[in-house]
């Protein structure tokens, strides 16, 4: 009836059923064009052209993403956002044609560059090293012993935990010394931002722009220690950590942005905070998840204690100098963590083609078309993914989805008519124990987006969350006092699932 409004209605009221019904017809998954305020999104659901606009060299994050972002959630200044609006180069080492943006303009290629540095390879050997470290004297430090205590919220209590192990890793301990309730107010901020993703202004919700706020002056009071007590001499032997900025990452982002001047300390504590919740929030649901899930199940408990013991043995304080390359290839834990990733992973892929119209095969993305993926949908394909004959739904948690079991011809992460198992069983015949894989899943299982889109701290949040179940499950017997588990409808975009009610849990130091 109104053209301008399009679909916004539709999508403001209920947005995963809008687009199941948007993007199905006669029962399978497919692709359309929808209009929101004017403007045509591309919604693509059809694995064939999931495929190829992944791989598409033409195809890459819109810089409009980032800058609405850090102006709507982070709260970030308009002079600072016309920095990044301003890049027209793209994330890649050769610029887009046309651009004229100068390389130390590249605030894409820079940030993305960062990340790459500081969190693939042998240069995220430190910064898992600290967090292992962090997490175990934090866990350690709360004092549980051999009998049962109540933790009326474990989801919440054990998260904060792990949420204060990654920022301390990345942002080192400085920053939780100055602040000690900068985890708490996180939180908070956390539980607020469905309102921030809407544009809700500040007299509508003013506590949740509060709490932005001190979470601001928080950061901004750790700058003002940190550059008095920063001494190159501090840096670690790994190159890498220091007590005050806590990683090259972090006095490397500030470097660059001090040097161009794009940014004051207003600026630059709305990107830290982005950062910051990107590290730490879809990582701990994401743990919580997963140890909620094995909890839930005795047996599974059991398996995943076997898997580690037979890996690391019995030594109580493995988890210290834990070779985190052996645990994040643990078979039953990497399967535990890719159905959690499947089940609850929340957020849009967003891409655009900046230079030239996309050639998707049947389908086309337009030049400068905004493109939308929603993984959720793809996730839970009833035509795709491997239920064991209706025994394990896709709409519930399977432990051992993403194993392939040589012995058996029906396991396996998709339904056995679309896979291909020569190259994921020919060197597993011998041990005849099943392996963890990925194969065959391009377009069909994308928790971190993929193709350029794809996050650049996934490993970072592998680790994160494999260490803590690992961890968890090791060192304590956990009971569920209610297990059922109620998520919340309203953070659609932002990531991992969250609980909207506590989790009571009976737990002690493990037997084992």
Not at 311 to 321: K, L
């Amino acid at each position: 009836m109104i053209p301008f409004f399009g679909s916004f209605m539709f999508i403001i009221c209920d947005t995963q059923r809008f687009w199941r019904r948007a993007t199905s017809h006669d029962g399978q998954s497919t692709s359309t064009t929808i209009t929101i305020l004017g403007f045509s999104i591309y919604l693509f659901q059809d694995r064939e052209t999931i495929r190829r606009l992944l791989r598409h060299p033409g195809v890459s994050s819109p810089m409009s993403r980032y800058t609405y972002a850090f102006e709507t959630m982070f709260g970030m200044p308009r002079k600072a956002q016309a920095f990044y609006q301003a890049d027209d180069s793209g994330p890649f080492l050769k610029p887009y044609p046309g651009s004229l943006v100068s390389p130390p303009d590249r605030i894409n290629r820079i940030t993305h560059e960062k990340w790459l540095e500081a969190w693939h390879g042998a240069a995220l050997t430190p910064t898992m090293y600290r967090f292992t470290r962090a997490l175990s004297s934090r866990i350690e430090a709360l004092n549980i012993t051999t009998e049962w205590t109540r933790m009326d919220d474990y989801f919440k209590s054990l998260g904060m935990v792990v949420g204060a192990s990654t920022i301390e890793a990345i942002y080192g301990p400085l920053l939780l010394k100055v602040n000690p309730s900068f985890v708490e107010d996180l939180w908070a901020f956390d539980d607020m931002l469905p309102w921030l993703v809407r544009g809700l202004p500040s007299w509508i919700v003013p506590g949740t722009y509060k709490t932005r706020k001190r979470l601001h002056d928080q950061i901004k009071a750790w700058y003002a220690i940190a550059r008095r007590e920063f001494h190159e001499s501090s840096i670690d032997s790994s190159g890498d950590g220091d007590p005050s900025w806590g990683s090259e990452l972090v006095r490397g982002l500030h470097r660059v942005l001090l040097h161009r001047g794009s940014h004051d300390d207003d600026a630059l504590a709305a990107h830290d905070l982005s950062q910051i919740w990107a590290l730490s929030s879809n990582s701990i649901s994401s743990a919580m998840l997963a140890v909620f899930h094995i909890a839930k199940d005795p047996q599974l408990v059991r398996r995943v204690r076997e898997e580690i013991a037979e890996s690391f043995g019995s030594n109580p304080r493995w988890t210290h100098d834990v070779d985190m390359s052996r645990l994040s290839n643990l078979p039953l834990l990497s399967s535990i963590y890719a159905e959690t990733l499947r089940l609850y992973m929340d957020a849009p892929v967003v891409v655009t083609a900046p230079v030239a119209d996309a050639d998707l095969g049947k389908w086309r993305l337009p030049r400068n078309g905004l493109a939308l993926v929603n993984p959720t949908l793809i996730h839970k394909d009833p035509s795709f993914w491997n239920t064991k004959d209706g025994l394990h739904p896709i709409t519930s948690f399977w432990a051992d989805r993403f194993l392939i079991d040589p012995l058996d011809p029906t396991s396996g992460p998709t339904k056995p008519k679309v896979r291909n198992r020569g190259a994921e069983t020919r060197n597993d015949k011998e041990s005849n124990k099943p392996v963890f894989s990925t194969q065959g899943l391009e377009g069909a299982w994308m928790p971190y987006g993929g193709g350029p889109s794809m996050c650049p701290g996934r490993l970072v949040a592998k680790n994160v969350i494999m260490f803590t179940c690992a961890l968890l499950a090791m060192e304590f017997d956990i009971v569920l006092v209610d297990d059922v588990l109620r998520l919340s409808s309203q953070r659609f975009g932002l990531g991992m699932a969250r609980a909207t009610s506590p989790i009571p849990v009976r737990l002690r130091k493990s037997q084992r």
